[in-house]
């Protein structure tokens, strides 16, 4: 098994771009989220989903959009990127929900200029 | 509202030396799982331990032990004989029983020097 995977590793975007950062798992997990890591800041939830078709939002959701097709892919979309969105960004995984073991990928550094 | 404090920003130890990392938690609920993870300086999230709020035992696993108290609202984590290798961010993090969320710490950086 991959695990959770992400791509891209490292991303440099200017102000007002959009890009999608994508995360697949193998594992059949029904529950995946994003976070951000900022320094001082720990990590803080975005976007998280039950399962295909369910989404919700977590503490940090503005300037995000998520969607979840099928149980693999979370796709995390950054729709006018801004500086303030400089950050590593995490997706993870569990098998039914935030009180299981999530499984982190390896992470996303995105630049904004 | 779920909360999780590690008051400890960083901490810096000389190889061997025992630490402590402390985490002291706010839940509403009854039901509720802590969570223990590694930051090396790679990158990557390492999990460590889960504890659900119905186990109180204290679990060692090699030089790692944690102790999770309800009366305190704390779950500490201490390194024994600590090595270099261990030098790296260490987040608690506390979800409740029905919410779908997960609260971390901001983490405490522990630095052990040869």
């Known amino acids: 098994n991959a695990g959770v995977t992400q791509t891209p590793k490292f991303q440099v975007l200017k102000t007002g771009q959009s890009m999608t950062l994508q995360c697949a798992q193998d594992?059949?997990?029904?529950?995946m989220s994003w976070y951000r890591q900022d320094p001082g800041m720990g990590l803080r939830l975005i976007h998280y989903s039950v399962g295909a078709g369910i989404t919700d939002q977590g503490e940090v959701p503005n300037g995000y959009n998520v969607s979840r097709s099928t149980t693999e892919d979370f796709p995390l979309r950054l729709l006018s990127a801004a500086p303030s969105q400089t950050s590593v960004y995490f997706c993870?995984?569990?098998?039914?929900?935030?009180?299981?073991?999530?499984?982190f990928g390896p992470g996303t550094r995105l630049t904004v200029l | 509202a779920q909360k999780v404090t590690q008051a400890q920003t960083e901490i810096s130890v000389v190889e061997k030396e025992d630490v402590t990392l402390d985490c002291v938690y706010e839940?509403?609920?009854?039901?509720?799982?802590l969570f223990w993870y590694k930051q090396p300086p790679s990158g990557e999230l390492v999990f460590l331990i889960r504890?659900?709020?119905?186990?109180?035992q204290n679990e060692i696993s090699g030089r790692y032990s944690w102790n999770f108290q309800k009366s305190t609202s704390s779950f500490n984590f201490t390194i024994t004989a600590s090595q270099v290798v261990d030098s790296a961010v260490y987040f608690c993090?506390?979800?409740?029983?029905?919410?779908?969320?997960?609260?971390f710490g901001k983490g405490t950086m522990l630095l052990v020097s040869p």
């Open positions: 839940t509403r609920d009854t039901t509720y799982y």
């Open positions: 594992m059949n997990h029904e529950y």
């Open positions: 993090a506390l979800s409740e029983a029905g919410y779908s969320t997960l609260t």
């Open positions: 993870a995984s569990s098998h039914t929900g935030v009180e299981d073991t999530q499984y």
């Open positions: 504890r659900n709020s119905f186990d109180e």
